[in-house]
């Protein structure tokens, strides 16, 4: 082989090592925000709010037919059973005889999935069975890493995003999922603060069937892919070595 092919052989080399090493991080990251689960699922811990504004402390919801009650066996955790016939209504603002369109903002919930610490960016709403006025339309997303009571601070929770539109802005029917509304996020959380922010129209509360969250696991560090990366280019060109 002459000297000239031998350059232009180790060359080639340098040029293909350097290539796979900057595109391995890349790939990695578009598998990683490929990788779009729902997070929330039936069982995990959930606990109805109302009056609560974003930043503030919550307002425990209970029970009951009054302002910031919810209707009795249209509980908190039926927004996350995986279940269209059942729904979480909420009284709001006032009790089930007074109506107005904004009877339902700043009702909710924050949950806290089983699944453990992860990275927020989608969420999808399924309506209810009846009165389409009780949609809400938008929503606030706050996440914490808190724990127990302190999950009732308002200095827990750090805003991801104050008004996401759910994308139901025409009523799709009854008992229907709207679609996964993707978001910017760049912070894991442990739980998740969701509060309603309008409603379609005039009635004497809010509710949905589901309101689910969709998201990753949190993504490794750049460092860490960086050296995951250099330990896969240089098992790749060992293993070329040996052959």
Do not use: C
């Amino acid at each position: 082989m002459s000297q000239s092919t031998s350059l232009f052989h180790r060359s080639l080399r340098a040029s293909t090592r350097a290539l796979m090493l900057l595109s391995l991080p890349l790939l990695f990251a578009d598998f990683a925000q490929a990788a779009l689960v729902k997070i929330t699922a039936a069982g995990d811990a959930i606990v109805g709010i109302s009056n609560t504004t974003i930043g503030g402390n919550d307002t425990i919801a209970t029970p009951g037919t009054g302002a910031g009650q919810y209707a009795t066996g249209e509980i908190p955790a039926n927004a996350i059973d995986n279940n269209t016939g059942t729904k979480y209504l909420n009284f709001g603002n006032g009790a089930t005889g007074v109506s107005n369109a904004t009877k339902g903002v700043n009702t909710g919930f924050y949950v806290t999935p089983a699944f453990g610490n992860s990275l927020i960016t989608g969420i999808q709403i399924a309506t209810a069975n009846d009165s389409p006025n009780r949609d809400p339309l938008t929503v606030s997303l706050e996440g914490s890493n808190a724990t127990g009571s302190a999950l009732d601070l308002g200095s827990s929770w750090t805003l991801i995003n104050n008004s996401i539109d759910l994308g139901i802005g025409s009523d799709p029917g009854r008992l229907t999922f709207g679609s996964i509304i993707n978001f910017a996020n760049t912070t894991p959380y442990t739980s998740y603060r969701v509060l309603v922010q309008s409603q379609r129209g005039s009635d004497n509360s809010v509710q949905y069937s589901e309101m689910n969250l969709f998201g990753t696991a949190p993504v490794p560090e750049p460092a860490t892919w960086l050296l995951f990366s250099l330990g896969a280019a240089g098992l790749f060109f060992s293993r070329r070595r040996v052959r």
